[in-house]
């Protein structure tokens, strides 16, 4: 973790108390931030909190999706709580959101993304990380649009689950969303981390130096 972080929940301490999509601030919980390490290498971005998550108020958990998540960050070594942890001691990895703020009944609209859009820009300014794990097909258009040159109907989380894509300044290792995910995919997404990003120097995507 970052010597100078001294929460991992919402590091950057944006708005809590976010208006800026009225039919969410009127039915939401809370806002549900990023959580991590403000230096990570990697950022996993998830569509946005279900039900377990706005309770929490950490991303990727408090269900079984969110603890599958949870327990593949422990293979890899990224954290070190049990995957059913409200509040995981996480390593080099932060967790985020295109949407902060759950509705039960929706997904959020394209609006709502787009209001929720400077967040997420800030993180990842902020981070620098060299590999982003876009969780859904949803999150990993959205990522296409501004980070890839390839059109963004031209992605399919399923096809290109636990493979590697080249961004502009870092790479993209797609995942399908936890809850729709099986063990042998699970499986297979560790695998492709350990043997095709943590096997070769990841950080040549990046000018930045390894910590």
């Not at 929720?116 to 820009?121: A, I, S, T, V, Y």
């Given at each position: 973790m970052d010597a100078h972080q001294d929460e991992l929940s919402n590091p950057f301490g944006m708005d809590e108390d976010c208006r800026n999509c009225p039919a969410l601030a009127a039915c939401r919980e809370q806002v549900v931030h990023g959580y991590g390490d403000a230096g990570a290498e990697f950022v996993f971005v998830g569509e946005g909190p279900a039900a377990g998550a706005e309770a929490t108020g950490?991303?990727?958990?408090?269900?079984g999706a969110g603890e599958r998540v949870q327990r593949v960050l422990?293979?890899?070594?990224f954290s070190r709580s049990p995957p059913?942890?409200?509040?995981p001691d996480l390593q080099n990895v932060y967790l985020t959101y295109l949407s902060r703020c759950r509705h039960p009944d929706r997904a959020a609209t394209d609006e709502e993304v787009r209001n929720?859009?400077?967040?997420?820009?800030a993180e990842l300014?902020?981070?620098n990380p060299h590999i982003i794990v876009a969780v859904g097909d949803r999150v990993l258009r959205e990522l296409a649009v501004e980070y890839t040159t390839r059109r963004p109907d031209s992605f399919d989380v399923v096809e290109e689950h636990?493979?590697?894509i080249r961004g502009r300044g870092f790479e993209l290792v797609p995942m399908i969303p936890p809850a729709e995910q099986t063990d042998e995919q699970e499986a297979?997404?560790?695998?492709h981390v350990r043997e095709n990003v943590f096997s070769r120097d990841y950080?040549?995507?990046?000018?930045?130096r390894s910590r």
């Open positions: 950490v991303p990727f958990t408090g269900d422990g293979e890899l070594g059913d942890a409200a509040e929720c859009e400077p967040f997420l820009n300014r902020m981070i636990a493979t590697t297979a997404f560790v695998e950080r040549q995507t990046k000018g930045r």
